[in-house]
């Protein structure tokens, strides 16, 4: 392993064990439909999912992920894989084939401070399964903050992944590669600090002991 790399150690992974095979299943998809390669290609965990997989928190059914390089990727319905939840309740985990990075709040740094996801389950030989940080994951969803954006937020939080401060930081060093009418970002970005203000007690480096 590149000692200059991170990782989401398997043991660390506080996904719902069932999603986590169901988006194993979905990588494995995808890498088998790729011709052979020299390298595998890198693809970017973003969403609902990566907050499970850092916190326990909410386990969705949409993938939210882009990659290394531009892909043909399977047609959308076989990319849908069927799980149990934590009630037992039978449900899909699904490709957002609508997601796009470009029109997220990103900073040009969120490949390269990606985490590598481990686990046997998300092994494959053409595709290397990547989360975006903490940090990036929160600045994301703040560009969004609709529907379980905020609480995913607070999530990160309540875990010592994020602070108010780090997060403002990398926002509004983010924002100043992008061009339009910030004030309403600014706004929630506000919103979202004065939130995590409630609940943020440690600074990350304490709580970022799934990475190394």
């Known amino acids: 392993m590149n000692r200059y790399d991170k990782y989401l150690e398997s043991k660390d992974n506080k ?5 986590r ?36 928190y909410r386990s969705t059914t949409d993938i939210d992920a882009s990659f290394s390089h531009r892909i043909l990727l399977p047609k959308a319905e076989d990319l849908i894989v069927s799980f149990e939840d934590e009630a037992g309740k039978l449900k899909s985990v699904y490709f957002d084939m609508n997601y796009n990075v470009s029109f997220a709040l990103m900073h040009p740094d969120y490949v390269k401070d990606a985490f590598k996801v481990l ?26 903050f609709q529907g379980n954006d905020k609480e995913d937020i607070l999530a990160l939080a309540r875990n ?29 970005l506000n919103e979202a600090v004065e939130a995590m203000r409630t609940v943020c007690l440690e600074p990350i480096n304490k709580g970022q002991g799934n990475a190394r």
């Open 15 to 19: 996904g719902y064990l069932q999603l």
């Open 21 to 56: 095979q169901a988006v194993g299943e979905i990588v494995h998809r995808i890498g088998n439909v790729l011709p052979d390669i020299k390298e595998p290609i890198k693809m970017f965990l973003a969403g609902g999912v990566a907050v499970n997989f850092y916190t326990g």
């Open 119 to 144: 686990g046997k389950e998300f092994s494959d030989s053409k595709i290397e399964l990547r989360i975006l940080s903490p940090v990036d994951l929160a600045v994301s969803k703040v560009s969004r």
């Open 160 to 188: 010592g992944l994020i602070t108010p401060e780090n997060v403002i930081t990398r926002a509004e060093d983010a924002l100043s590669y992008y061009v339009g009418n910030q004030s309403m970002l600014l706004s929630d």
